[in-house]
């Protein structure tokens, strides 16, 4: 499973969870071959529109570098809380050192605590659940959460909605009410050529021009929010 998200992103729309099935011979490019439906579900026309994949990283044996998180535990209360971040350090160590109980160690304390000590040390002293994972392990949690939202039935009608199927909708129905004016259905002779229209659509363009890169720049990831 990979990400594959349209630059520039305009919705949620624009990014889609990806299957790989099959690699194309390193001669044709960086093409990639995609369901039809995909190019009217993210709107491209075909002119600068790209497309990236984020893929997941995995270790050298081919398995996801998985993310390890906090685990729950019973409270005084009989509740089921996160444990504690020291709590949490504490049994990362005894499952990757294999010393048994850290509290009761045929080691000596003071053994383990050095052994503790170390290890603490060689994954770069955390402070929170964060820092004691690798930047792979955090780059595939944060890919989850995107393929999670990307994946929900409640998110299907933004996932599955065309672009283009809203832009209809604001242009025909919305866009008149805001210009106070609603366009005649009848054929004017010569619109296009009128120093009205052209000078509205001059603005129109240029004004879109100027503002759709930095706002997709600064979008791309707002929409996952």
């Not at 709107?43 to 600068?48: A, M, N, R, Y």
């Not at 994946?151 to 242009?171: A, E, M």
């Not at 106070?180 to 129109?204: A, C, D, H, W």
Request: no cysteine; glycine share 8%.
């Amino acid at each position: 499973m990979a990400i594959g998200y349209r630059i520039p992103t305009q919705g949620l729309s624009s990014i889609a969870g990806i299957r790989i099935k099959d690699v194309l011979p390193s001669n044709v490019g960086d093409m990639i071959i995609l369901p039809d439906e995909f190019t009217t579900q993210t709107g491209s026309d075909f002119d600068i529109d790209k497309l990236y994949i984020a893929r997941y990283n995995y270790d050298k044996d081919g398995k996801k570098i998985e993310f390890k998180g906090l685990q729950k535990v019973l409270n005084e209360y009989n509740e089921l809380v996160d444990e504690s971040f020291e709590a949490y350090l504490h049994r990362r160590f005894i499952e990757e050192q294999g010393t048994g109980s850290y509290e009761e160690s045929e080691r000596g304390k003071d053994a383990v605590q050095q052994l503790y000590d170390s290890w603490l040390k060689s994954i770069g002293n955390p402070t929170n659940i964060y820092e004691a994972n690798s930047r792979e392990a955090n780059e595939n949690l944060l890919l989850d959460t995107y393929m999670t939202v990307l994946t929900d039935k409640k998110t299907v009608d933004q996932t599955r909605l065309p672009l283009d199927k809203v832009t209809g909708i604001i242009k025909d129905e919305i866009l008149p009410i805001v210009d106070g004016v609603r366009e005649s259905k009848g054929i004017i002779p010569f619109k296009e050529l009128s120093p009205t229209y052209q000078m509205n659509k001059k603005y129109e363009y240029s004004g879109g021009k100027t503002g759709i890169g930095p706002f997709a720049l600064n979008n791309k990831n707002h929409i996952l929010t």
